[in-house]
């Protein structure tokens, strides 16, 4: 049995991450689909292709909450994410397993992951490997079409558009700055240990005192 382990959402300020692990017998079907890593194709495509692959393959996925992001990561989020990895890994048990690397060193990922197994899989651990083993790509498109999910589940329970939650996107700023001046807090799902949070935060803070500046 072949595994594939890929994630969303590891970087944004906005809501959670989400692993997914698809295990198939082969992958002779995930190629003849065409799946490709999940950032190459249209969000209608990656939506068929998730509802394809789920017919045809064994999915498992983690959906990470903000707040457990920031109680565990403590600056060191490649070690949560192995971990997470390493627990659908389990559940799955494939014989060989390829997984797209966070890390810089895929080798020094691989080893993390392995540190929380309890068996010994046959492990691939490679930079863009959503990009090169077709099981990959089914999971990087399982986990991007249920984080896509969730972010319009959270634009729907707090009104307004949060954008894609990423710190490049002008929408997810103006949100985080607006509902800071509005709230006087942090909106909900929002990751409070990261730079862009506290930045916000403190930026919102100083301009409501310059205000009382004459």
């Given at each position: 049995m072949?595994?594939?382990?890929?994630?969303?959402?590891?970087?944004?300020?906005?809501?959670?991450?989400?692993?997914?692990?698809?295990?198939?017998?082969?992958d002779g079907q995930l190629r003849s689909m065409k799946v490709r890593d999940?950032?190459?194709?249209?969000?209608?495509?990656?939506?068929?292709?998730?509802?394809?692959?789920s017919e045809i393959a064994e999915v498992r996925v983690e959906v990470v909450r903000p707040?457990?992001?920031?109680?565990?990561?403590?600056?060191?989020?490649?070690?949560?994410?192995?971990?997470?990895?390493?627990?659908?890994?389990?559940?799955?048990?494939a014989e060989d397993v390829f997984v797209d690397a966070c890390d810089v060193n895929e080798r020094r990922f691989a080893g993390m992951i392995m540190r929380h197994l309890s068996y010994r899989p046959r492990l691939v651990c490679e930079h863009k490997a959503?990009?090169?083993?077709?099981?990959?790509?089914?999971?990087?498109?399982i986990a991007k079409t249920r984080r896509d999910a969730i972010i319009r589940q959270i634009e729907a329970e707090v009104g307004r558009p949060i954008g894609t939650g990423y710190a490049h996107d002008k929408v997810t700023?103006?949100?985080?700055?607006?509902?800071?001046?509005?709230?006087?807090?942090?909106?909900?799902?929002?990751?409070?240990?990261?730079?862009?949070?506290?930045?916000?935060?403190?930026?919102?803070?100083?301009?409501?005192?310059?205000?009382?500046d004459e």
């Open positions: 072949l595994c594939g382990v890929d994630e969303a959402g590891r970087g944004p300020v906005i809501g959670p991450m989400v692993v997914a692990a698809v295990m198939v017998a082969d999940s950032k190459q194709l249209s969000p209608e495509r990656r939506e068929d292709l998730a509802i394809r692959i707040e457990e992001i920031d109680a565990n990561t403590d600056g060191h989020l490649n070690r949560f994410e192995a971990e997470v990895f390493a627990r659908l890994i389990e559940m799955l048990r959503d990009s090169s083993y077709p099981v990959v790509s089914a999971a990087s498109i700023i103006a949100f985080l700055e607006n509902w800071i001046k509005e709230k006087g807090c942090l909106p909900p799902y929002a990751r409070r240990s990261w730079a862009t949070a506290k930045r916000a935060y403190s930026a919102a803070k100083t301009t409501k005192l310059s205000d009382w």
